[in-house]
């Protein structure tokens, strides 16, 4: 790491180094945003936030992994005790969302509730920073016509995380940086590689941090919901199998629902107060439109008027031409242009023009008014 102490001893005796504070998870992805800037010539505090108790690559591992890093980058690092926060703002979201028969989107909900604007107040309350930096794959702009801080997808499309960027606030986000935005994974390695950095060759982790530490989303609910053994339906309400929990299905599921079935079925409905799932076929699932609730203007100024843009409702799905109604009620109406395949209430729409996010919102069961869990 010479050529990082050389880039910051020949700024501190030039000109008072900008200060940033950088998320660090103890994955190769922080790991190789703070050495950058450290290798830029910004003065770098590392900051990790234990989110969970017990094991979990997200905390136990990485907060090891993180000190690490900081040590060797010589910078400082604090940890932050966040797990209450998480517990609130993720655990009991998760656990009432899937009893209420959604499935929420919780990666989004952390990087707004937990991640960003809790890092934003930390570093400036606790450290007088202004700016803070994560390793996520994503790329701002100011559009200085609009005077707002514009969220746009990474290079690396296989990796970008704009998707789940969407409820970051504009105040949050004009005061983010992320390093990583214009570089591939196979590139953040080769950095990391060329840095030396001690996370270089660490696998990937899961893309959900309770998956990774509980082993499964279902045995993650299972900690907290009752197993209850209802009826699999069909849309005529015949009787088709049984299972042992509404909490373990999403809408358009389709593995592990143990129905002998000359066609394949999928998860069309959940009904947690009858204990029923509805199941039918692949076109029975498609949605002509949609409701969403809690919508989060991102790069585009809030409007009132009808207009186009790509939709997409579930993360590694593809964009879809839709046209997008706004109400006064703070949600919007979406019509696609094709239908789209299972609509699943809870996860996010988030629209695009391009590579920028416009905004986003929470998807809602049709019968039902805005969850505001």
């Known amino acids: 790491m010479t050529t990082l102490v050389a880039v910051a001893a020949k700024n501190s005796v030039d000109e008072p180094r900008p200060r940033i504070v950088v998320g660090l998870s103890g994955g190769v992805d922080s790991s190789t945003a703070a050495a950058l800037l450290c290798e830029q010539g910004y003065d770098v505090v590392g900051l990790t936030l234990w989110l969970m108790k017990g094991k979990g690559q997200c905390c136990s591992e990485g907060m090891v992994d993180a000190a690490r890093i900081c040590a060797q980058l010589g910078i400082p690092h604090e940890v932050i005790d966040s797990r209450e926060t998480f517990a609130a703002q993720i655990v009991d979201y998760l656990v009432t969302g899937y009893q ?25 309350a606790r450290f007088g920073i202004e700016t803070i930096a994560t390793g996520h794959y994503a790329r701002l702009r100011f559009n200085p016509e609009t005077q707002r801080t514009e969220l746009h997808r990474a290079r690396d499309r296989q990796k970008d995380q704009s998707y789940f960027l969407y409820e970051v606030s504009q105040t949050e986000l004009a005061r983010c940086r992320f390093p990583l935005g214009e570089l591939t994974k196979a590139e953040t390695r080769q950095m990391a590689a060329r840095l030396g950095l001690a996370t270089a060759e660490k696998p990937e982790s899961q893309d959900l941090c309770l998956i990774e530490a509980h082993g499964s989303m279902r045995d993650f609910l299972d900690r907290y919901i009752a197993q209850h053994k209802g009826k ?11 299972h ?32 029923e799932v509805v199941v039918g076929e692949r076109h029975e699932a498609l949605q002509a439109e949609c409701t969403v609730a809690e919508v989060n203007w991102v790069s585009m100024v809030p409007t009132m008027a009808p207009f186009r843009a790509e939709v997409q409702v579930r993360y590694r799905a593809e964009p879809a031409l839709s046209e997008i109604v706004p109400t006064s009620e703070g949600t919007a109406r979406i019509v696609f242009d094709e239908p789209q395949f299972a609509i699943a209430p809870g996860q996010a729409a988030v629209w695009y ?11 809602q069961k049709l019968e039902e008014a805005p969850c505001t869990i």
């Open 232 to 242: 699999f339906v069909d849309t005529q309400g015949r009787v088709l199998g049984e």
């Open 100 to 124: 209420a028969g959604i499935t929420p989107l919780p990666c989004s909900r952390c990087n707004r509730s937990v991640k960003f604007g809790p890092m934003v107040a930390l570093a400036q």
């Open 244 to 275: 042992d929990g509404c909490h373990h299905f999403t809408i358009g599921q389709r593995k592990g629902l143990g129905i002998a079935a000359p066609q394949p079925l999928y998860v069309l409905a959940i009904h947690p107060g009858k204990n």
């Open 353 to 363: 023009d391009g590579d920028r996010v416009l905004g986003g919102g929470i998807l």
